[in-house]
């Protein structure tokens, strides 16, 4: 079945660096959802992306719509503590079926 | 404004017993699924509803799992009868305008079958 592809699977960085992570998929997607699931709690969206080529914005994140529409990124800049957690990224299936999700990213931030 | 209620967050029971899950979307989504979330499988969809009407079941794992939605307000998700391999976290999530569209999540039951 269609899959997404994330990298890195895990991330151990120093406080106050910058984080790049991405989603890649053999298949157009239409939309690309990023989500981010602190531990103990559901996934939270982040960002949504609805054109390719879009960059939209989020505080100090930052997502963009890759233009062959397969893959999109996400970037964390000046990461906190806080920023700890597993980010996934989404798309729906076959152009607005059910969304599926990547494996994840998962954030470690060293104070 | 409140966001998707799930309970309860936890449950610790004994294998072959029935368990039942909760869930309230938010005000005005028309669709709701769950899903369930393990470090093996990742997030696997279950089950989504439109309408309150059951679209899609071909996530749920076998006949011992049913859900329900009476109501626009109100979703079940029934484990009878439950066994270890069934313990993980259940997420309920809603969205509204498309199946594609993003959907919001409550914060999951973690389930413990002994």
């Known amino acids: 079945g269609q899959q997404l592809n994330q990298s890195p699977q895990s991330m151990f960085i120093q406080e106050g660096e910058d984080v790049s992570m991405n989603c890649t998929s053999s298949?157009?997607?239409?939309?690309w959802l990023w989500y981010k699931q602190d531990p103990g709690e559901g996934p939270v969206l982040l960002i949504a992306?609805?054109?390719?080529?879009e960059l939209t914005s989020n505080g100090r994140l930052t997502a963009q719509f890759g233009i062959t529409r397969k893959d999109s990124f996400l970037n964390i800049s000046a990461s906190i503590p806080s920023d700890v957690g597993i980010y996934f990224c989404?798309?729906?299936?076959?152009?607005?079926?059910?969304?599926?999700f990547g494996q994840g990213t998962e954030l470690s931030v060293k104070p | 404004d409140a966001g998707v209620i799930q309970s309860p967050r936890h449950e610790v029971t004994e294998m072959g017993q029935e368990v039942t899950l909760r869930c309230k979307p938010i005000?005005?989504?028309?669709?709701l699924f769950w899903y369930r979330q393990t470090m093996m499988r990742g997030l696997e969809l279950l089950i989504y509803?439109?309408?309150?009407?059951?679209?899609?079941d071909s996530g749920m794992p076998e006949d011992r799992f049913s859900a329900k939605m009476p109501n626009a307000s109100f979703s079940t998700l029934k484990i009878q009868p439950s066994e270890p391999r069934d313990s993980a976290v259940y997420f309920c999530?809603?969205?509204?305008?498309?199946?594609?569209?993003?959907?919001?999540f409550g914060d999951g039951t973690r389930l413990s079958i002994l």
């Open positions: 999530a809603s969205s509204f305008g498309g199946l594609g569209q993003p959907q919001h």
């Open positions: 509803f439109n309408n309150n009407v059951p679209i899609d």
């Open positions: 989404a798309g729906p299936y076959n152009q607005g079926g059910k969304l599926i």
């Open positions: 298949s157009i997607f239409n939309t």
């Open positions: 005000s005005g989504h028309d669709y």
């Open positions: 992306l609805y054109k390719a080529g």
